[in-house]
């Protein structure tokens, strides 16, 4: 990789970032563009270079960010409020959606439609239905041994969920639940009213509409909350 501030103007971050887009610099480039500089010299370069390291591993704290050589902690804090941005963007965008119903529900499963795998998706729910969190807890088939109870309301939980719904995409275009469905769904319904977080719904979804299964089988969710 040519260095940054080796590279012609019209190919350094900001100029990059105008032409084609954020979406297309690496994370060096974010990186000079967040502390602050276009990567026009190398000591930025190799800055950059040490925070992207740093930012790329799976965890990281805001020590380690002030462990690196030049960055203080304006620079710092700057690089965790930008990495938190777009989850709490996300946040508060889940805040403002409420699953009251299952037409709502379809429509918050849309990225789901085009996916060439089954996706199982849990929404933890407050006590209005909005949105805490959305999480992939599974890709495959939704069988009962991939939709554990103990991991579904340990991170309904630590969530400080209510209630939760599943949903779950079928790629054949054909939105009947199958025994796997009402098996995961059942299980599900009755451990939630165990602990106190129902299920409000589980629904099947594909590009040619979704099954309800509170409204398809309500035999299930004997003790969940109406949707």
């Known amino acids: 990789m040519v260095p940054l501030f080796h590279q012609p103007q019209t190919q350094r971050p900001r100029e990059r970032l105008q032409r084609y887009g954020v979406e297309h610099l690496s994370v060096q480039e974010l990186v000079c563009l967040i502390i602050g500089s276009g990567g026009k010299n190398n000591r930025i370069h190799t800055l950059a270079e040490h925070i992207a390291n740093v930012v790329q591993r799976p965890s990281f704290h805001l020590q380690d960010l002030l462990n690196v050589p030049g960055i203080g902690m304006a620079r710092a804090a700057s690089l965790m409020a930008a990495l938190q941005l777009p989850q709490a963007v996300k946040q508060d965008q889940n805040a403002q959606l409420a699953l009251t119903n299952p037409e709502k ?76 469905d009402l098996i995961a769904t059942q299980t599900i319904a009755t451990a939630g009213s165990i602990v106190g977080i129902e299920l409000v719904d589980h629904l099947v979804c594909s590009v040619r509409g979704y099954t309800s299964l509170k409204m398809d089988s309500p035999q299930l969710f004997c003790y969940a909350k109406p949707i």
Not at 110 to 115: G, I, P, Q, R, T
Not at 142 to 156: D, G, N
């Open 105 to 180: 529900l379809y429509a918050a499963c849309e990225d789901l439609l085009e996916k060439a795998q089954e996706h199982l998706v849990i929404f933890y729910l407050s006590s209005r239905c909005t949105v805490i969190q959305r999480e992939v807890i599974s890709v495959g088939t939704a069988t009962a041994s991939l939709v554990h109870p103990r991991e579904v309301f340990r991170a309904a939980m630590q969530h400080n969920a209510s209630a939760i719904a599943l949903a779950h995409n079928h790629p054949s275009g054909n939105a009947e639940p199958s025994e796997a």
